[in-house]
């Protein structure tokens, strides 16, 4: 992740509205909970390589 994204200078607002499409789509599909916190986890456990 780090190799991939770090050139592109993505800041924590940009994160931030992506964190928001996130959610919208996992509503729009009505992700049960339990996996909803699985998703969310996962892909906040890739934000510190790829946010600068």
Excluded: N
């Excluded at 959610?23 to 456990?45: G, H, Y």
């Amino acid at each position: 992740m780090l190799s991939s994204h770090r050139h592109l200078r993505i800041t924590p607002g940009e994160w931030d509205a992506f964190m928001d499409d996130v959610a919208q789509t996992l509503d729009k599909f009505a992700v049960p909970p339990t996996e909803r916190a699985e998703v969310v986890a996962i892909v906040e456990s890739t934000r510190a390589d790829i946010v600068v």
